[in-house]
């Protein structure tokens, strides 16, 4: 270990030599705009070395180290081992791609390091900015009020913490739930994302006060289901309070019938909160906004814009319908967070009133540079040009005797399998190969009791070439299992 000119002076910890540590600083921002440009010659992943973890396990650095000999670890150790969710062939889960302009951003609010919590500033005007925008896109009203959280599981957590004060009125804040809050139930469907479960049992209200409602064929909520247990749960002496609707499903990429949702939702005076953390900014795709028709009517709306919207992690955001609302469940008065008509303390409401983050980044640089710089326009056709990939990946499925299609493809998520042999067993197989021969990083789920190899195409660099080296490859690892002669390799 050994200090050089890149390391601190005692006491201040910026560089002593800022000549070398800018010359060092660029370096690394050609590393990574290089990597990035190039991350189609890599593989999507690789299974990390042993030695590698084990060069993490150095005690607590009591010494400083080189700069320069610290960034030669990130590239050797550490960046070719992320999940890979920058690389084209990227399909697993659902992870956004990022972008250069998005990695400059970060760089750039890394610079300003913003608080950004509240006081007046202006990267609180580019988060309101932000906020009039997500309105305009959702057509909610100019009192709507919107705030950047971590991610869509946080965001579902506090649309739920917002319709809750809704049912109980502020006052619980200080009494907690009692009687009133222990009769509460809320709604979803069987293929809502998990978060939403978690949310009920962080709030308090235990995840069996959560009703699972079936769904259709195409994974939909079956509304005429939902009409009859909330019936059901009245009759019961229960007080239906929240129906949570999904605007693309985590498995299937399905979105609720929302108008029929809102409808009933409205009949009953029950709070009508919105998951659509990935399709929600398919807004932005002409031709799928249509598929999203009824968002608009959500009294809460949770999404990401480190989805499909691309904008590097992490980007979550919640939009409330009625401000008042949204504030009622969360501001709290300080001595130490005093608003004030002039100096830095001025300001009406902080982000701070509308969510549990006092301290919070400037996530809404990134966002707001990557639509300004690429504009919605880019990022909706690349929205529909996943969706498009989609079709032709189902398409592909179906012309391959090998092949069977697990679920109607909705949006940009494709569920498939190889269908020889121990089928659950070996499309696991063929996925791991995949994965870790870096050619493709799709991931699994289980379909009507069938394992299968879901694709979700999320990332903007993805093009048909990948579509076929996916298809190529699922259908080659599946014949090393099965040597069927039904199920012929394609050729080399
Ligand atoms: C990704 C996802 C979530 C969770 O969002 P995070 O940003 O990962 O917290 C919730 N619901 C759906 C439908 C999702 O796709």
């Known amino acids: 270990m050994h200090r050089d000119s890149t390391s601190p002076a005692d006491g201040n910890l910026d560089p002593r030599d800022w000549p070398a540590f800018r010359q060092q600083g660029q370096q690394m921002l050609a590393d990574m705009l290089d990597y990035i440009e190039h991350i189609r010659a890599r593989p999507v992943w690789q299974p990390i070395p042993a030695a590698t973890r084990q060069l993490f396990?150095?005690?607590?650095?009591?010494?400083?180290?080189?700069?320069?000999?610290?960034?030669?670890?990130?590239?050797?150790?550490?960046?070719?081992?992320?999940?890979?969710?920058?690389?084209?062939?990227?399909?697993?889960?659902?992870?956004?791609?990022?972008?250069?302009?998005?990695?400059?951003?970060?760089?750039?609010?890394?610079?300003?390091?913003?608080n950004v919590g509240g006081r007046d500033q202006m990267p609180l005007e580019v988060e309101a900015q932000v906020v009039r925008w997500m309105r305009e896109l959702f057509a909610f009203p100019d009192t709507a009020s919107g705030v950047f959280v971590t991610g869509t599981s946080m965001a579902n957590y506090m649309g739920l913490l917002v319709a809750l004060t809704h049912a109980l009125g502020a006052n619980y804040r200080r009494t907690g739930l009692g009687e009133k809050g222990a009769a509460l139930v809320a709604y979803c469907s069987a293929a809502t994302h998990n978060s939403v479960a978690r949310a009920m049992s962080m709030a308090g209200l235990g995840s069996n006060a959560l009703r699972r409602i079936p769904v259709n064929a195409a994974q939909q909520m079956d509304v005429k289901a939902l009409q009859r247990q909330i019936k059901t749960d009245r009759g019961a002496g229960r007080t239906p309070f929240l129906v949570i609707g999904s605007a693309g499903t985590v498995d299937v990429g399905a979105v609720d019938a929302l108008h029929d949702i809102a409808d009933l939702a409205a009949r009953e005076k029950i709070w009508l909160h919105v998951d659509g953390a990935y399709a929600a900014l398919g807004m932005l795709a002409p031709d799928i906004a249509p598929?999203?028709?009824?968002?608009?009517?959500?009294?809460?709306?949770?999404?990401?814009?480190?989805?499909?919207?691309?904008?590097?992690?992490?980007?979550?955001?919640?939009?409330?319908?009625?401000?008042?609302?949204?504030?009622?469940?969360?501001?709290?008065?300080?001595?130490?967070?005093?608003?004030?008509?002039?100096?830095?303390?001025?300001?009406?409401?902080?982000?701070?009133?509308?969510?549990?983050?006092?301290?919070?980044?400037?996530?809404?640089?990134?966002?707001?540079?990557?639509?300004?710089?690429?504009?919605?326009?880019?990022?909706?056709?690349?929205?529909?040009?996943?969706?498009?990939?989609?079709?032709?990946?189902?398409?592909?499925?179906d012309a391959s005797p090998e092949l069977e299609l697990l679920a109607p493809?909705?949006?940009?998520?494709?569920?498939?399998?190889?269908?020889?042999?121990?089928?659950?067993?070996?499309?696991?197989?063929?996925?791991?190969?995949?994965?870790?021969?870096?050619?493709?990083?799709?991931?699994?789920?289980?379909?009507?009791?069938?394992?299968?190899?879901?694709?979700?195409?999320?990332?903007?660099?993805?093009?048909?070439?990948?579509?076929?080296?996916?298809?190529?490859?699922?259908?080659?690892?599946?014949y090393t299992y099965t040597k069927d002669p039904a199920c012929t390799p394609l050729p080399p």
């Open 57 to 114: 396990h150095a005690p607590l650095p009591a010494a400083p180290r080189a700069l320069a000999s610290v960034h030669a670890s990130v590239m050797q150790d550490i960046l070719p081992h992320v999940v890979g969710n920058t690389h084209p062939r990227f399909m697993g889960w659902v992870h956004g791609g990022g972008t250069p302009v998005g990695m400059l951003a970060d760089m750039l609010a890394g610079g300003l390091n913003a």
């Open 291 to 397: 598929l999203l028709a009824g968002i608009e009517r959500a009294d809460s709306l949770a999404f990401d814009f480190h989805k499909w919207g691309q904008v590097q992690y992490d980007a979550g955001f919640l939009l409330v319908r009625d401000g008042a609302q949204h504030r009622a469940a969360f501001a709290a008065s300080a001595d130490y967070l005093q608003r004030d008509a002039r100096g830095l303390a001025g300001g009406d409401v902080w982000p701070c009133d509308l969510g549990p983050d006092l301290s919070r980044s400037f996530r809404a640089l990134k966002t707001w540079m990557t639509f300004t710089v690429l504009g919605t326009e880019h990022i909706g056709a690349s929205i529909s040009q996943c969706c498009r990939l989609a079709r032709y990946l189902r398409d592909r499925v």
């Open 409 to 478: 493809v909705a949006l940009n998520i494709v569920c498939f399998r190889y269908v020889c042999g121990d089928a659950d067993r070996i499309n696991r197989e063929i996925v791991a190969d995949l994965h870790e021969a870096g050619i493709a990083a799709p991931s699994t789920t289980v379909i009507d009791g069938k394992l299968a190899i879901r694709a979700a195409i999320v990332n903007h660099r993805t093009q048909d070439a990948d579509i076929e080296i996916l298809i190529a490859a699922v259908i080659a690892a599946g």
